[in-house]
Structures are given as structure tokens and as C-alpha cells.
């Protein structure tokens, strides 16, 4: 006897229902799912890039061991509910280890510079990661380069001159801000680091899951600076030197920030290794570039602190050189 197909009054035929199913899993692999993906990173890594400079007076390790504990313990719980499988072969073990470091080293120096100077100014520098692919290319790859990409490097790095030190192609008498170049030099850094692991999250495709990725890269940097901050905690404490630099106090004000720091951070990192995933690393990097809206806004409504006219030029120097590279990278 013909079994009758199974139907429900609200979800339809047990076919239907496939249908229903094989559409949001297109839906959830496609690029305008990529795109909604990485704007929320942008917003989220802005909002913690702004939490992180509010969290200036903690210990930077322990910003960062926090932030990266966090994010491993919120990819636990995502992994167990979406049993997720962490196994990854051994010819992609090399992608991951390198990913693991590249993303340790820009949050490592990220941090550093939002705790450093101005969160708007910090996030702007960070933005020209496009601009060491292009120079990675010419100088590593053989490629190529053109006139107009010259200049357009040339003139993003002049934005960062104008943005860190305006006084000095001014009256040069003190009156203009100068940031701390250390703090910028980390930025720069990030920028560095951030536009290698855009490169090595595509080299993955999908043959890695991207909660596997951010498994691995969460659990070997948390080991890592918990390691490292209990070495340098006992050998300072042992030789009877502040260990201020690497753990102090924090109120119940601090332990909120820092947790959503480590929730924002977790946010940012799995929306963005998906999304690098579904659509092209040039779209990718034009919209996380987003992030600087948000910083900017905090960085005069809540800190109050309004960047000078030469930094503010410097600003649009640097954005609008990194659009037009980026705009004319997948024209060649």
C-alpha cells in the first residue's frame, strides 16, 4: 500500500519542508548572508576597540588573555550546539598555525595602541592593511606595480604621518597633538598582521570550518598568554619587581567591560572568518573598514577627544587611498 506523504497544517509537506531547508542553507552560504556578516563584525569590533581604550588603566596581558579566553569559551558553547567538527587535516594544519599567529600578533599589538592613543585615530591606521597586501605584492609576488598604486601607497602612508604628528608639517611649536609613536608603530603592526590573516582565512576556503578555525586560534593564544602571564608574574614577584605591567586589580566595573570585550571579540572573529569565507577579500576589507564610524563616534562623544584639522586630513588621505586600491586590486 502507497505510504501518504507526511504533512503538518503549519509546516507543509515533509518535500516542502526539504525545499524550505535547502533554501536557507543556500541562504546561509551565499554572499548577502557574507555581507551581513561582516558588517556586524565591523560594528562589534568597533564597539570592543573602543571598550579596550576605555580599559586603559588594566594591564594590556590581561586585556588580551581575557579577550582571547572569552572567545574560546563562547566557541565552546557554539561548537557543542552546533556540533561542529574541529578535526582539520594535516595539509591544512599549516594554514591554521599560521592564521593562529598572525591573529595572535595584530590583537596582541591592537590592543596595545587602542590603550595608547586615540581608539578613532588607532582604528583609521588600522585600516591600511590593504595597502601591505599591495606592497606584499610588489615586493614578495613579483607583481607589478603601477604608477597609480605607487602614489596611492605613498600617499596613504602621508596620512599616517599627518595623523600621528601633525605638528611637524606645521608650526612645529608644540601646540598640534603628537601620538604616541610606539602606539602608532603597534597599529601599523596590525594593519600588517590583519591583511595576513585575511589572506590565510581565504587560503582555507572551506575546507576548514570557520568555528574549527576560530577554535584552534582561540585555544593555542589563550594557552599562551595565560602561560606567559603567569611566567612573568612569579619571576617578577620573585625578584621583588612590580608586577603592575602584567596583572593588577579590576572592580566588578572592569570584569563587565572585559566580558564584553571577550563576547564582542568572539562576535567579530566568527562573523568575520565566515564571511571571509562567502564573499571576496576586497569587499571584505572595504566594509570592516566600518569600524572606524564607530570609533570615531566614541572617540568624541564619549571621550571627548576631537582630532585637529592636518590629522582629520590625513584621515580622508588614508580611507580614500585605501578605497581606490582596493576598488582597482580586482581589475588587474
Known amino acids: 500500500m502507497h505510504r501518504s506523504e507526511e504533512t503538518s497544517p503549519l509546516l507543509g509537506t515533509s518535500e516542502e519542508r526539504r525545499q524550505q531547508e535547502s533554501g536557507g542553507s543556500r541562504f546561509f552560504?551565499?554572499?548577502?548572508?557574507?555581507?551581513?556578516l561582516i558588517s556586524i563584525s565591523a560594528v562589534s569590533y568597533?564597539?570592543?576597540?573602543?571598550?579596550?581604550s576605555m580599559e586603559s588603566d588594566i594591564a594590556t596581558p590581561l586585556v588580551v588573555s581575557s579577550r582571547f579566553l572569552g572567545t574560546f569559551l563562547f566557541n565552546v558553547l557554539g561548537c557543542i550546539i552546533g556540533r561542529v567538527d574541529l578535526r582539520v587535516a594535516r595539509k591544512d594544519w599549516k594554514l591554521v598555525a599560521v592564521r593562529t599567529v598572525t591573529g595572535f600578533c595584530s590583537f596582541v599589538c591592537g590592543t596595545y595602541a587602542f590603550q595608547n592613543m586615540p581608539v578613532g585615530e588607532a582604528t583609521v591606521i588600522i585600516s591600511m592593511a590593504p595597502v601591505f597586501v599591495a606592497l606584499f605584492s610588489m615586493c614578495l609576488l613579483g607583481v607589478r606595480a603601477k604608477c597609480y598604486q605607487v602614489i596611492?601607497?605613498?600617499?596613504?602612508?602621508?596620512?599616517?604621518v599627518l595623523i600621528v604628528d601633525p605638528d611637524s608639517l606645521a608650526k612645529n611649536d608644540g601646540t598640534l597633538p603628537k601620538l604616541n609613536l610606539i602606539a602608532a608603530t603597534a597599529a601599523m603592526s596590525q594593519a600588517l598582521f590583519k591583511s595576513l590573516s585575511y589572506i590565510f582565512i581565504k587560503k582555507s576556503n572551506k575546507r576548514v570550518h570557520?568555528?574549527?578555525?576560530?577554535f584552534w586560534y582561540s585555544l593555542v593564544a589563550s594557552i599562551f598568554t595565560i602561560t606567559f602571564?603567569?611566567?612573568?608574574?612569579?619571576?617578577?614577584?620573585t625578584a621583588g619587581k612590580s608586577?603592575?605591567?602584567?596583572v593588577n586589580e579590576v572592580d566588578r566595573t572592569?570584569?563587565?567591560?572585559?566580558?564584553?570585550?571577550?563576547?564582542?571579540?568572539?562576535?567579530?572573529?566568527?562573523?568575520?572568518?565566515k564571511s571571509t569565507q562567502l564573499i571576496n577579500t576586497?569587499?571584505?576589507?572595504?566594509?570592516?573598514?566600518?569600524?572606524?564610524?564607530?570609533?570615531?563616534?566614541?572617540?568624541v562623544f564619549y571621550f571627548h577627544v576631537i582630532p585637529c584639522w592636518l590629522q582629520i586630513t590625513g584621515m580622508v588621505i588614508m580611507v580614500l587611498s585605501t578605497v581606490v586600491l582596493l576598488l582597482t586590486k580586482d581589475r588587474q
Open 29 to 36: 552560504n551565499s554572499p548577502a548572508f557574507g555581507l551581513i
Open 46 to 52: 568597533g564597539v570592543s576597540a573602543s571598550l579596550v
Open 152 to 160: 596611492l601607497i605613498v600617499l596613504s602612508l602621508g596620512g599616517v
Open 210 to 214: 570557520f568555528m574549527a578555525m576560530v
Open 229 to 237: 602571564i603567569l611566567i612573568m608574574y612569579f619571576s617578577l614577584k
Open 243 to 246: 608586577t603592575a605591567w602584567v
Open 254 to 273: 572592569d570584569i563587565l567591560i572585559l566580558s564584553s570585550i571577550s563576547l564582542l571579540g568572539f562576535i567579530s572573529q566568527f562573523t568575520l572568518t
Open 282 to 299: 576586497t569587499t571584505v576589507s572595504l566594509i570592516r573598514n566600518a569600524d572606524i564610524l564607530v570609533t570615531m563616534a566614541f572617540q
